[in-house]
């Protein structure tokens, strides 16, 4: 399900610039002749063109940062479920002794899944009870006592991975809205607004226009859509991280 919020803010996005158009014709149906002359138009137009390629460079700004947050905590997640499967590995290489911790390891996988991938959609940013659980693995892993001669490199390692977790874990706690300004947002929409009612001023009124502006206002909706949806990639919208890798994770880590 699309983000409700983000879906509001394009369509409000949407009313800006096709209701600007339409105030364009509206205006320009009520000012004097002379308003509307070559002249005026050109200058219009000059005045409108900075104003697009302003907003133009905004927006494939922002659209590259969203990307990158999303290809960014893409990564983070699939380091993660990498992480959980290796640190099994050693564990299930370590003996016996290292059951508990592999049921730790096993508690706290199953947990973050349904804290990061819940599935009332509804994602909780700082959850005690997987920390907790975390730091359930680490005392279990820091519990194991090297009885044979491999058993330390492999307890340092698992000692490692473990540390890893911990810091993807901060890293996506760390991540847990946009990261489009508001500030920046709103100035985008205006700017939008702004460009069709220059457009809307000196064309004429016919259906073909009138269906030009209400695409290409959807056309830039589905733009801010994405921008928003991108740079918020742990909300379950549109866009979201794969919650896949995880899930093969637990399959492998649940493995006797």
Known sequence: MIGSSYLYISLAAFAAM???????????????????????????????????????????????????????????????????????HLLRIYGPEANGA?????????????????????????????ADLLDGLLEATLALSPAERRHPALHAQALAITSNIYAE???????????VPEEFLFVLIVWLALIFVSFGLFAPVNATVITSFFISAFAVTGAVLMLLELGDPMRHGLLHVSSEPLRRALIEIGRP
């Open 102 to 130: 592999r049921t730790a390891l096993r508690a706290y996988a199953a947990k973050k899944n349904e804290e990061l991938f819940p599935a009332s959609k509804t994602r909780s940013t700082a959850n005690r009870e997987t």
């Open 18 to 88: 096709f209701g600007g158009s339409l105030i364009g014709i509206f205006i320009a149906r009520a000012l004097p002749e002379h308003h509307l002359s070559e002249g005026s138009a050109t200058a219009v137009k000059l005045s409108a063109g900075i104003v697009v390629s302003l907003t133009s460079l905004v927006l494939a700004l922002m659209l590259s940062s969203a990307n990158s947050s999303f290809s960014a905590n893409t990564g983070i997640v699939k380091k993660l479920s990498s992480d959980l499967i290796n640190l099994d």
């Open 169 to 179: 874990r901060w890293l996506l706690w760390e991540n847990p809205g946009t990261t």
